[in-house]
């Protein structure tokens, strides 16, 4: 069992603090790093993977500051940057052999059996300049796992895929999780609900919750809601209410979160994460 | 290591735009040399020039000198008359024209008595300084001075007539230079800013040879690219200046070229040519570490490639404008030097009361600006994203 600790982190940009005082320990699991843009996800899984320094606090390995550990903390790491575009006149298989000299230590057979993994095999002969997005983030994950890593980041690694591409990532995903700290970056709440064991919800630099997917939405019971409107008075609804969802034509059926139940006609449901990101980052939508 | 410098060649060389813009710069050098350095092309004084020379080369015997002296009187009588034959006869005419081989033997004639005064010449210059040496108020510098102008002048004669015009023209030729450091801004200004750009820096960040070794790898990758380009360059010149121009007299040494005859070097024309070449690789290694670390310092291409610019732009203007009192020995550590130096004349720096070569200074210099800029990249280079 490995542990990640993130103690006290800071870390301010000019008058802009990104992060403000995060504290979190990650065992062997899948963590859903959950937040807005500009909520500081992108700083911390920089300052936790080593690229950047905080200005006060400390990221420790098994229970060693990753400052003291130096290139033996990089042997554990795999990392996927936000948008990966590789170099265009590379094949696949050169970007994994390079990969391989910069990670150190790596055979060739397991360059052909991670490609075989994420299943780029065909295509590893072709220029990286010619794959799609899904392929690029499948030769991406490819890359991170080439040192078997016990610390895996992906930074948005989903933004721009198409649905298909997305499951298909999720199920690599599922494959690679046991025996590993997987930390995955987005604000795209489906994925993180389909993979991550916990959710680690980010917001304005500070770490608002840490905990399942099922306790997070237990917080918000009783206070999500749907009812008919008439399209007329949609408008007023989505001004003055956290509306999480808006269907049917008319009437339409709003699901709103609030405290107390809006109107006569209301039915309280199951909240879900979408509700939940909604409550904490939302405001009147 | 060897992995990541060859990976790092193929970032810097492997991109498409880089063969095909260095094929069009090669091929933009050709078309300036067969256009300006061709004396088969429209000057039919080049050409004449060319074939009395191939005529007349080899060892100034008497025999030789008599046979010059008799065509450049005929020649002389030609012009002082005022009437000759203006009509165009290339089998008659080296240049094609009487008034043409007029000109072209009393050229040769000077060159005849450059030949046979220069032994004494160089004598004369070499006992003068032994001869200052003799006054006692001297300073140490100046008596130093004369003892190396004597030991360099001393002893020279000329013995052939050889047409060296081809290899002076070699040494002079800049346009391949201008477009070689535009090469190197193109692929060592794009070393570290093709990192970010690409989204790789961070992958680079996390990975156990992505700091120091990556660094070492585009360095290194940079100094052989350059040497590469460099070499390739030079060869081409040289062929194309060989087949267009003709250079002769490879073996002669360097001070029988009228351009050189005061250079202190005692050196053939084909060991100056690589002395320079390999001062000129110097000067563009220099260069092309100062654009590796301005990649590093940047963050986009096209600031790096201005700042690369501006700096070359600046070094050029230093080097033209500095050239008295203090901006000499200040042009002295100037890396153009290394690209521009000639060895024509005598000329020296005051180091300790020790006459130093200019040339000599630039290349102690030039070793250690790049010594200097290779630990900037190491450290910019190695620095986390």
Known sequence: MTTLTVSHLTKQYRRFRALDNVSVTLEDGVYGLLGPNGAGKTTLIRTVAGIQPPDSGAVAWNGTPIAQLGNAYYDNIGYLPQYPRFYAHFTGIEMMRYMAALKGGVPEQRITEMLEFVNLTGEADKKVGAYSGGMRQRLGI???????????????????????????????????????????????????????????????????????????????????????????????????????????????????????????????????????????????? | MIALIRFELKKALGRRIIPVILLMLLTLNAVNITRHHNIFASDPMARGRYELYCTLRGEMTDEKREMIGENYRAAQLILSGGRYDTAYDPARYYSGYAYGDANLWREVQEESDRIAAYEADMQALSDAAVAANENPALSDFYRRQNAQISAAYSGRALHDLSRLEGAAALSDYRFSTVLLILMLILIAGNLYVTERENGMAEALCTARNGGRKTAAAKLISALLVTAALCILFSAADFALFMYFYRIDGLSQPIYAAEAFADSPLRCTVWQYLLLTGATKLLGLCVLSTAFTALSAAMRNAVPVFFSAVLLTVALMLCYTFWNTGAGVLLNCINPLRLLLTKWTAYAVCNVAEYPVFVPVMAVCAGTVWLMLNSVICMTAGRRRV
Request: hydrophobic share 45%.
């Open chain 1, 142 to 285: 490819a890359c991170a796992l080439l040192n078997d890593p016990k610390l895996l980041i992906l930074d948005e690694p989903t933004a721009g895929l198409d649905p298909i591409e997305r499951i298909r990532f999720r199920n690599t995903l599922a494959r690679i999780r046991s025996g590993r700290i997987i930390l995955l970056a987005t604000h795209i709440v489906p994925d993180v609900d389909a993979l991550a064991d916990r959710i680690l919800l980010l917001g304005g630099g500070r770490l608002l919750r840490n905990g399942s997917a099922g306790a997070l939405c237990r917080e918000l019971d009783g206070q999500v809601w749907e009812y008919p409107v008439s399209a007329e008075h949609l408008p007023e609804i989505l001004h003055q209410m956290q509306v999480s969802s808006v269907r049917g034509e008319n009437p339409v059926t709003v699901r709103v979160i609030a405290e107390s139940a809006p109107t006569a006609d209301t039915k309280a449901v199951a909240p879900n994460l979408d509700d939940v990101f909604l409550h904490h980052f939302g405001g009147a939508v």
